[in-house]
């Protein structure tokens, strides 16, 4: 008997439950009553309301992954500069809180910022008028960024731990101030961590939809809220338009796939290798 | 001088960055122990809320769906996707690579977008029951997380193992089960760890997947957009504290671990001195 059997009953799940289903939106995308049509991609593309939700998904998105940088830089930065021991007990105080459930951590700040809540109750102690933390586009940003901010440190402190030390010595003997090296040597050599940093936020962050509605409170709707929306509350009516949105969005994330693909690309194999 | 300056304000920002992601979690934990339902509000200490808690029997029963959706999913994706890396694995390169492209779509693909295609497909084939409408989804989306830990592991186990074990007289299934898969035990491990964290962890899938049934953060998030109960509050600090010791725990164990094993070798060098 041939080993390849063993593989058969996967194959079968996975023609069924993996690619069947991803055909299906294919399907609902373009088609209309069976008839092959453009007309649902179209409509979403042109479709103002949706096209300004989208608008807002990415400048939300983009604007979460530069804050994650740059505060995530430093700290993976100085973590790498760390004893070992310090440095791994340190790198895993940032990692923990990922371990806790994400609908979680968004709600521990929905009670910080409500009305009621402790920040409110802050400015109160110290005489300041409370202020509309919750439900506003900040609250949203906040979330994203403190969701996400782990993914960013994670692989630029991976590379930059891995770093070859020599390198900077040899910068310094050279004569190389310590922003010069760091500039010419270590922040080029660890592209590629900032470039997955940079995926790992930026596309979760493009799709995301439940920290949009805790957070900005329905009032600013992005992108997956739309899509939840045409599939939860409007039903099978829109599958459709909600295929097309779909399948737009499937589109832009690989677009940004192999756009940070090839930035490492071009960055240079001389970077930190392979990161995980 | 400035050397003292510049590690102060190393710790100082590294400080506060451990502030601001532990801040809520330390605040919602706290406030669990609140004896007001409004949260800011400090009435008094007390265990109300967990009483409360258990006591909830939605809450409770949610808990039961992610466990044991967990442990089921982690079960059965484990054994189908030891098996395929196990087959995948003499493939000749072209299936190969098919099969192992497709089943990256999962990891690749938005959750959002692989609940709302299980959405679709289950009502297309007329599968109606929640459970088992979560089940498929999280076995599904588990299956290529444990051929990609298997994986390496049967690359670096020989070929030849199993065809050593046939010629010395085993069937398939021993030689399968008695040779290769003790070899691979590692990455089958590593591969069920994974799986049923992935499960116990996920949101979007499931909330797209299923139907009429919640696991925890299904009810979290149609809870949360109700309004905040310290219910919640009480509940995510239990699953903290849990998490957090299981952390310890194993962290624990691998460096007890390396400080045996550092305690052998210098017995081992003492000896041979």
């Known amino acids: 008997m041939k080993r390849t059997v063993f593989a058969y009953p996967y194959v079968v799940w996975m023609l069924i439950f993996i690619l069947a289903p991803m055909l299906m939106i294919g399907y609902y995308a373009f088609t209309s009553e069976g008839a092959f049509t453009m007309e649902n991609v179209v409509g979403a593309l042109t479709n103002e309301m949706y096209m300004q939700v989208l608008l807002r998904s990415v400048w939300i998105a983009l604007k979460a992954t530069v804050i994650c940088l740059l505060l995530g830089y430093p700290i993976a930065y100085l973590l790498s500069n760390m004893k070992k021991s310090t440095a791994s007990l340190l790198s895993v105080l940032f990692i923990v809180p990922m371990w806790m459930n994400f609908l979680l951590r968004t709600y521990a700040w929905q009670v910080l910022l409500s009305p009621s809540g402790l920040l409110n109750g802050l400015l109160e102690v110290l005489g300041l008028p409370t202020q509309q933390f919750l439900y506003t586009e900040s609250a949203i940003m906040l979330g994203t960024v403190y969701n996400f901010l782990p993914f960013m440190i994670l692989p630029i402190y991976t590379v930059l731990s891995k770093m070859d030390r020599s390198l900077i010595e040899a910068s310094h003997d050279l004569g190389a101030n310590s922003v010069t090296t760091f500039l010419k040597v270590i922040f080029p050599l660890s592209i590629p961590g900032v470039i997955s940093g940079i995926t790992m936020v930026f596309i979760p962050a493009i799709t995301t939809f439940a920290i949009s509605r805790l957070l900005g409170g329905g009032k600013f709707m992005l992108y997956g809220d739309l899509i939840e929306n045409q599939f939860i509350t409007l039903g099978m009516d829109a599958w459709g338009s909600g295929s097309a949105l779909s399948f737009i969005l499937l589109v832009l994330v690989l677009i940004s796939m192999a756009i940070m693909r090839k930035a490492e690309r071009d960055a240079g194999e001389e970077g930190g290798g392979k990161l995980w | ?273």
């Open chain 2, 1 to 273: 001088m400035v050397k003292k300056l510049r590690n102060f304000f190393k710790g100082t920002y590294l400080g506060l960055m451990l502030v601001f992601l532990y801040a809520p979690i330390i605040v919602l934990m706290v406030f669990s122990f609140n004896d007001s339902k409004t949260m800011g509000n400090w009435t008094g200490f007390s265990f109300r809320w967990y009483e409360a808690l258990f006591r909830d029997s939605t809450i409770m029963s949610a808990l039961g769906v992610t466990f044991s959706v967990a442990i089921i999913s982690a079960v059965v994706s484990t054994v189908i996707g030891t098996f395929a890396a196990i087959g995948l694995n003499s493939m000749r390169k072209r299936p190969r690579a098919i099969i192992e492209n497709i089943s990256q779509l999962p990891v690749v693909n938005p959750d959002l977008v692989t609940g709302i295609s299980f959405m679709m497909l289950f009502a297309a084939l007329g599968i109606r029951d929640g459970y088992t409408r979560m089940l498929v989804a999280h076995i599904t989306f588990n299956i290529p997380y444990v051929i990609l830990s298997v994986m390496p592991k049967l690359r670096q186990s020989s070929n030849m193992l199993y065809e050593a074990a046939m010629d010395l007289g085993c069937t398939p299934w021993q030689a399968l089960t008695r040779v290769v898969i003790p070899d691979i035990m590692p990455g089958i491990v590593s591969g069920f760890i994974m799986a049923f964290t992935l499960s116990l962890d996920d949101f979007v899938v499931s909330w797209f997947a299923t139907d009429g049934i919640q696991n925890l953060s299904i009810y979290i998030y149609s809870s949360a957009r109700r309004g905040i109960s310290p219910k919640i509050n009480a509940l995510s600090t239990l699953l903290f504290v849990a998490v957090v010791t299981l952390l310890l725990f194993i962290n624990l164990k691998s460096i007890r671990e390396e400080k045996e094993a550092d305690i052998q070798r210098k017995k081992l060098k003492t000896k041979t001195r």
